[in-house]
């Protein structure tokens, strides 16, 4: 039997734990249609790491992080800056971030690189992420920012959701708008910066977008939404942390990755709500119905056909669908039901 290391224990912690919270989050950013922004800031903190490198020649992981905040917050700010005085559009502007961002950070991984730096090895685990290398310091690190990043969800949870989904009001009820797009904002950079070095600059996108997408499958509810997505995202990080210490010390963001790929296509092919095998059976179970009981829709939208149709109304008379009344063809109770249930199939 398979025994779990003290190792593997605390990394499955900790990609639980980061899992969890990127879900929820997550679920803010997709209906708020920003879903792009977590993979922009994600790529633009690469350079942050690579400078922060560079001004300390340490690797540690707190130090490359905070350098990867205010990169990310950088990012965030020539965003905003596009967004305001331009008229570029908001997708074009993530785009020109993610690309110009991240091939700065690759240039200045290439010069460290060069140098020789005898420290400077392992930094390119940034990309795609190398969780088993973390110890126990790291993850409470992690623990930390992402318990008050819990926190602060849940005492701004009303604002949040009404920021969300009506603007209008939020605007209306005299809420400060500037202070939680800030606040959502840099709740988001925050969860980016500790997952990148489990997942990488590449694919931490992932466990914010997939958790949400795979739970608004299954509920169209919004606290539910929430909870799934943390349970989906926390699973995955645990359970793909496990698939790759025991797969040949796999890359952990792209098992990761791929196992939340999985689980969103499941739910979008099985969803019992919104599922596209549900929704291909329905369509084909409509057109048969219309192709079935077209004769009955036609004498549905135009009543009072005369009794000499009655010849082509024989199958629906026999059934008990139409009968004959004052020299017409009329739907009975029976018909009409089947009409509605016709109508509903789609």
């Known amino acids: 039997m398979f025994e779990l290391s003290y190792t ?38 690469l350079p942050g790491i690579m400078i922060a490198f560079l001004l300390t020649g340490i690797r540690d992981l707190q130090i490359l992080l905070i350098g990867a905040f205010f990169s990310a917050l950088l990012a965030m700010v020539v965003l905003n800056v596009i967004k305001r005085y331009t008229n570029i559009k908001f997708d074009a502007a993530m785009a020109l971030i993610l690309s110009g961002f991240f091939g700065v950070g690759q240039v200045l991984m290439s010069h460290i690189q060069k140098g020789g730096t005898a420290s400077q090895a392992g930094l390119s685990r940034f990309i795609l992420g190398q969780a088993a290398t973390m110890v126990r310091r790291d993850i409470l690190f992690i623990a930390v920012v992402a318990l008050v990043m819990f926190l602060l969800m849940m005492l701004f949870f009303k604002e949040l959701k009404l920021y969300i989904f009506d603007q209008n009001f939020f605007k209306a009820s005299g809420l400060n708008e500037r202070f939680i797009n800030g606040l959502l904002t840099m709740m988001v950079t925050f969860i980016i910066i500790i997952g990148i070095r489990l997942v990488g600059v590449i694919l931490m996108s992932a466990l914010i977008i997939g958790p949400p997408v795979a739970a608004r499958q299954l509920s169209n509810r919004f606290n539910i939404n929430l909870l799934l997505a943390g349970v989906i995202g926390g699973f995955s990080g645990a359970m793909g942390s496990f698939l790759s210490a025991t797969g040949n ?71 008990a669908y139409v009968c004959i009344e004052d020299g017409q063809l009329r739907l009975t109770d029976k018909g009409k039901r089947r009409i509605k249930h016709v109508k509903a199939v789609r």
């Open 8 to 45: 593997l224990q605390i990394v499955m912690l900790g990609t639980l734990m980061l899992g969890a919270i990127s879900g929820m989050m997550g679920t803010f950013v997709v209906l708020r249609e920003q879903a792009l922004i977590g993979d922009a800031l994600a790529h633009a903190a």
């Open 249 to 319: 010390n796999l890359p952990t963001g792209p098992v990761i990755a791929f196992l939340l790929g999985i689980i969103v296509l499941v739910t979008l092919l099985f969803s019992p709500k919104n599922g596209i095998i549900k929704q291909t059976i329905q369509i084909k179970l409509y057109r048969h119905h219309i192709k079935k009981y077209r004769r009955l829709i036609h004498l549905y939208e135009n009543p009072g056909l005369p009794a000499s149709h009655a010849d082509d109304y024989h199958y629906f008379i026999d059934h």
